[in-house]
C-alpha cells in the first residue's frame, strides 16, 4: 500500500488562511483508558492545533504515555472519540493511523540492535512494493528505484540528524542520546503529519540536547510536522513549546504557557503530592522538572 507521501522533503504549504479554516489536526473527547481497576487516562478532553509543537507534561502515572499510545492506535479507549483532522479515528489499528501520517517514537527507544543504524532507517515500513510477490515477477525495475529511493532518504535522514558517520554501526553500539536520534530518524522516514515523541530528551546529554532541540524545530518550521512532545525536561519543554497541557491522573489540570504553568500551584501539587514542599517550591519558583525522573 502507498502511503501518498513522496520521498522528497520539499515543505508543504499551508496558507495561514487555510491553517484558520481547518479543524485541529487532533481533538479528544473524554479519552478513557482502565486497566482493570485502574483508571490511567479519566474523561480526557484537549486539542492540538495543527503546525504547532505542543508540550504535554505531568508527573509519573500520570497517563501521558497511555494517551500517546490509544492516538497512535497501539491501545482501544474504554470510551471517548479521537479525531484526527476531523475524522473519529477511534479504535483505527496502528498500521492505518501510520498511513494517515500519524507517527509515534518511543519512551524506551524501539531500535534494531543488531541491523546497522542505516538499516533501521531502511526497515522502516513504506508501502515497499517488494512486498508483492506479483509486484517483484511483473516489475522488478520499479522494486530497485524504489529501495534506491528508500536508501537515498534513508542517507539524508542521518545526514539531518548528524549520523552519516555511525551509518555502518550497530544500532546497539550507539549511546542512549544518539538511540532517541535514531527514533527520531525513523519518525521521520515515515513523513508524518502528526509526530508524537515520548519523552525524547531523556538521557540525552545537554549538548546532544540541544541539537535534538533544534531538529524538532527545523522540522517543524521547515517540514511543517506538527509535534506533540511528552517530557520531563521543563527547560526543553520551554524552549520548544507556546503551550503545554498538564496531565495528572489521567485527565487535564491545566494549559498554557510553560511560565504560567510552571508557577501554577496546582501543578506544583500535582508533582510534589501538597503538603510543606509544594508550598515551598511555590514560593522559591523552584523548577518543578527537577521533581520527577
Ligand atoms: N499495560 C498496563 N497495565 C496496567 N496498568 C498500566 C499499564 N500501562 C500503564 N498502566 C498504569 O496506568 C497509569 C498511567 O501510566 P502511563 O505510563 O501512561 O504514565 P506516564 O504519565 O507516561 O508516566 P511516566 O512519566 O512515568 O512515563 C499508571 O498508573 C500505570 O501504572
Ligand atoms: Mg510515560
Avoid at 500517546?68 to 497501539?74: E, L, P, W, Y
Wanted: aromatic share 4%; hydrophobic share 40%; with cysteine.
Amino acid at each position: 500500500m502507498d502511503t501518498g507521501r513522496n520521498h522528497s522533503w520539499a515543505p508543504a504549504s499551508v496558507s495561514q488562511a487555510d491553517a484558520e479554516r481547518a479543524p485541529p489536526i487532533l481533538e479528544v473527547h473524554d479519552l478513557t483508558c482502565r486497566f482493570g481497576g485502574v483508571v490511567a487516562v479519566n474523561r480526557c478532553s484537549f486539542s492540538i492545533e495543527r503546525g504547532r509543537i505542543t508540550g504535554v507534561i505531568g508527573p509519573n502515572g500520570a497517563g501521558k504515555t497511555t494517551i500517546f499510545r490509544m492516538v497512535a492506535g497501539a491501545l482501544a479507549p474504554s470510551s471517548g472519540r479521537i479525531l484526527f483532522e476531523g475524522e473519529d479515528i477511534t479504535g483505527v489499528p496502528t498500521h492505518e493511523m501510520f498511513h494517515r501520517g500519524i507517527v509515534r517514537t518511543f519512551q524506551i527507544p524501539h531500535e534494531f540492535g543488531r541491523l546497522t543504524t542505516l538499516e533501521n532507517l531502511m526497515t522502516v515500513p513504506s508501502g515497499q512494493p517488494g512486498e508483492n510477490l506479483w509486484r517483484v515477477w511483473a516489475s522488478p525495475g520499479r522494486i530497485r528505484n524504489h529501495e534506491a529511493g528508500v536508501r537515498e532518504k534513508a542517507e539524508r535522514t542521518l545526514e539531518f540528524l548528524n549520523l552519516s558517520g555511525l551509518r555502518d554501526e550497530l544500532a546497539m553500539n550507539l549511546s542512549g542520546g544518539q538511540k532517541k536520534l535514531l527514533e527520531l530518524g525513523r519518525a521521520m522516514m515515515t513523513e508524518p503529519r502528526l509526530a508524537l515523541l515520548d519523552e525524547p530528551g531523556a538521557g540525552v546529554n545537554p549538548t546532544l540536547l540541544a541539537s535534538l532541540a533544534e531538529m524538532i524545530r527545523t522540522l517543524n518550521r521547515e517540514r511543517n510536522y506538527t509535534f506533540v512532545i511528552i517530557e520531563h525536561d521543563m527547560d526543553l519543554i520551554a524552549s520548544l513549546c507556546d503551550r503545554v497541557i498538564v496531565l495528572a491522573e489521567g485527565a487535564v489540570l491545566t494549559e498554557g504557557t510553560m511560565d504560567k504553568v510552571r508557577e501554577d500551584p496546582r501543578v506544583i501539587e500535582a508533582y510534589l503530592g501538597g503538603g510543606d514542599e509544594a508550598d515551598e517550591a511555590v514560593e522559591s519558583k523552584a523548577s518543578i522538572g527537577s521533581a520527577s525522573e
